[in-house]
């Protein structure tokens, strides 16, 4: 098992979601990937790839910030992760409108020889500011 592939895989994650690469979260979860975030309840790629979409596309400026990425393994081809991440909306001006620090917890799975997501939770801890309404900063 290696902790620096599976840390890189959330680095991944956040980097897609910050890039508006929605395709390319394919490469991050497994295709019954289940999860639970502030937006919704998703199971399967192509619904979380979709949620994710539906959540993050219209914000103007997005940044994720990862951290305490901690990896505990369970056997070879699993493991449990815990991370913190500060997401930051941002209006078109750059100003941040919106601030959310949440847990993030999953079970990353080897498949075909790389780790993917299979399962994952997001925990808000705080937030700050107005939140996105329906694609759009309100307020």
Request: net charge negative; glycine share 8%.
């Amino acid at each position: 098992m290696s902790t620096v592939e599976i840390t890189q895989l959330m680095y991944r994650l956040y980097a897609l979601l910050d890039d508006r690469d929605f395709d390319g979260l394919a490469s991050v979860f497994t295709a019954d990937a289940d999860g639970r975030t502030p937006g919704g309840h998703a199971r399967g790629r192509d619904t979380l790839i979709a949620q994710a979409r539906r959540n993050h596309e219209q914000i103007p400026r997005l940044q994720h910030r990862v951290s305490n990425v901690l990896v505990e393994p369970v056997g070879d081809d699993e493991a449990q992760v815990r991370a913190v991440i500060d997401s930051v909306f941002a209006d078109e001006s750059a100003t941040p409108a919106y601030r959310l620090g949440e847990v993030y917890r999953a079970r990353a799975v080897r498949s075909e020889g790389e780790w993917r997501l299979a399962s994952f939770t997001m925990e808000p801890v705080w937030q700050s500011g107005t939140r996105p309404i329906a694609g759009r900063l309100a307020g």
